[in-house]
């Protein structure tokens, strides 16, 4: 569907995207694109829908309309009701589109038609952008920060109603988000980015074996539990969490039985795509400067 293959975008002298390696996005996947800021993830979007210059190569075999984006920042008519924004935009009439008549309805937004847009609640204006991106039904669709700045309970209803949606669609998905926990019940792939560069690309799964092992479990940062696992193999993790690396089943039974005895709490994650993340920027970082020291020594 999308192939991309030694791709740079320079904003000046500095380099914003590099691509090194072929990243290949194919009929029905569903990728979770992360980085923290600056890392790259809205260039890239942008480079692919051909916004922006780039040195390199895209092939694809879709034409832009069958592409639809959702973009994190979106701007509508204050003061006209939200049926009269719909049918504007779409040129159609909700009573005569049975589409959107279903997508009003699987996102429960009837009640919000006479509304207008600036008393929407930030989870209804979300809904009513994913229902004008979702009724283009296109083969291709971008999703950034579609729930940036919402509550916990709202970013999950919306991203279950999306999961939802999309069960039984070949759509292929990529949805920009730091919000680990809302990838890891939607993509079934990761492309992670750090400072314009690919950390890595590939199945959700293979990348937290390859990084994490078979398990992580994961406690509290504390006195106590540093002494108690200062002998086990730890991931890096944020500094509130001590995660433990389990390759086997043997292992994992190990520590947990460790930790029940001792009365601690813990969580058992087979798809962590947070600690996984950062274990695979810190090899990263780690081959980058085994390079570079490598280089000056031949030097």
């Known amino acids: 569907m999308i192939r991309i293959n030694n791709v740079q975008v320079k904003y000046g002298n500095q380099l914003a995207l590099s691509i ?44 832009p309309e069958e592409i639809a984006v959702h973009m994190q920042h979106n701007h509508y008519a204050n003061t006209m009701a939200v049926k009269h924004i719909m049918e504007t935009i779409l040129n159609t009439s909700i009573k005569k589109n049975k589409m959107l008549q279903e997508l009003i309805t699987f996102f429960d937004f009837e ?16 809904r009513l952008t994913i229902i004008l991106v979702l009724i283009q039904d296109s083969p291709f669709v971008f ?15 919306l991203m ?29 792939k990761i492309l992670i980015l750090e400072a314009g560069q690919v950390v890595d690309f590939g199945n959700k799964d293979e990348l937290f074996r390859n990084y994490c092992g078979k398990t ?10 540093k002494e108690l696992t200062k002998s086990l193999l ?11 690396s389990c390759q086997n089943s043997d292992l994992e039974k190990e520590i947990t039985g460790l930790l029940i005895k001792e009365d601690i709490n813990f969580k058992r994650s087979n798809n962590d795509i947070e600690i996984m993340s950062i274990n695979a920027k810190a090899h990263f ?8 020291n490598h280089a000056e020594k031949t030097a």
Not at 21 to 49: C, F, Q, Y
Not at 164 to 174: A, G, S, V
Not at 285 to 292: T, V
């Open 160 to 188: 279950t109603k999306l999961g939802e949606w999309y069960l039984d669609k070949n759509t292929t998905l990529c949805v920009v988000s730091h919000y680990y926990e809302e990838l890891e019940q939607l993509v079934n």
């Open 216 to 225: 992580v479990i994961t406690i509290e940062n504390n006195e106590k539990n």
């Open 234 to 244: 730890k991931l890096k993790a944020p500094a509130h969490l001590i995660a433990l």
């Open 20 to 63: 090194n390696e072929p990243i290949i996005m194919e009929d029905g996947d569903r990728i979770g694109i992360i980085g923290s800021n600056g890392a790259g993830k809205s260039t890239l979007v942008k480079t692919i829908l051909g916004l922006t210059n780039y040195q390199g190569s895209i092939v694809t075999d879709l034409k």
């Open 285 to 292: 970082h780690e081959n980058k400067a085994g390079g570079k």
């Open 143 to 157: 999703f950034d920060e579609v729930t940036s700045g919402l509550d916990f309970e709202t970013r999950q209803r």
């Open 111 to 126: 009640e919000c038609l006479k509304k207008k847009y600036s008393s929407l609640s930030g989870g209804q204006k979300q």
